[in-house]
């Protein structure tokens, strides 16, 4: 059975450090795999989405890497600000399909100013 | 830009009311989802529908069912709320015509069952 791990649970940084977070899955056999972003209390905003046939997926100052071998995707955010502050989740689709997500239990990320 | 709605941001509840969580979605898209999301649980799907009428079970279908009349709506009934469905409901709507299988987000209802 799939499994999706996010370490760390919760992280702080200061402002205008690059970070990255990690997303792990059990099973590398997937169709695609998502980032997300959630304010507090708020619904999933997309970030990015790789597909199980590319490596990285860049959006401004956001980059996700995907290495299915190793069950492993990061999530780099270049020169963080405040407004980052977020949860942010990373999601494995297991088939081409819509039921079979798994989502990951997130990252509380806190950029210090 | 798609806009999935819910009806209600925060909702407190007295165990054994029967509650109904409304979602609509404007962009004309086949699936709806309805998932809960639980602190070190992650987001689990409760059910989805992929059309007028239809749905299917997802993960954790006890204790709920759902109701798709027209397509930019889909609801969620807890016939009998229960403390142990105190949760984040989140709503979310896709297109079939799709390679991506992108779901879009409504802002989430904190349900409280007390």
């Known amino acids: 059975k799939q499994e999706v791990t996010q370490i760390p649970a919760a992280l702080s940084v200061p402002e205008g450090e690059n970070l990255v977070l990690n997303c792990s899955f059990t099973?590398?056999?997937?169709?695609?795999l998502q980032w997300f972003r959630q304010d507090p209390g708020k619904g999933l905003t997309s970030l990015l989405l790789?597909?199980?046939?590319?490596r990285e997926q860049t959006s401004g100052r956001l980059n996700a890497s995907l290495d299915k071998s190793s069950g492993r995707s990061t999530l780099y955010i270049a020169a963080s600000q405040p407004g980052d502050s977020a949860t942010y989740l990373c999601?494995?689709?297991?088939?081409?399909?819509?039921?079979?997500?798994?989502f990951g239990p997130g990252t509380s990320l806190s950029v210090i100013p | 830009d798609v806009k999935v709605t819910q009806s209600s941001r925060y909702l407190v509840k007295r165990t054994g009311e029967k509650v109904f969580l409304e979602c609509v979605q404007d962009?004309?898209?086949?699936?709806m989802f309805w998932y809960r999301q639980d602190p070190g649980l992650g987001l689990r799907l409760i059910y989805f529908?992929?059309?007028?009428?239809?749905?299917e079970k997802g993960d954790i279908p006890e204790g709920y069912s759902v109701s798709r009349e027209k397509k930019e709506r889909f609801s969620l009934i807890l016939e009998s709320a229960s403390t142990n469905q105190t949760s984040m409901y989140l709503c979310?709507?896709?297109?079939?015509?799709?390679?991506?299988?992108?779901?879009?987000f409504g802002p989430g209802t904190r349900l409280t069952v007390t």
């Open positions: 790789i597909q199980s046939s590319q």
């Open positions: 999601a494995v689709r297991e088939s081409a399909s819509y039921d079979k997500v798994i």
């Open positions: 962009m004309d898209h086949e699936n």
């Open positions: 099973d590398s056999a997937i169709y695609n």
């Open positions: 979310a709507s896709g297109s079939t015509g799709t390679t991506t299988y992108e779901q879009y």
């Open positions: 529908s992929y059309d007028v009428k239809m749905k």
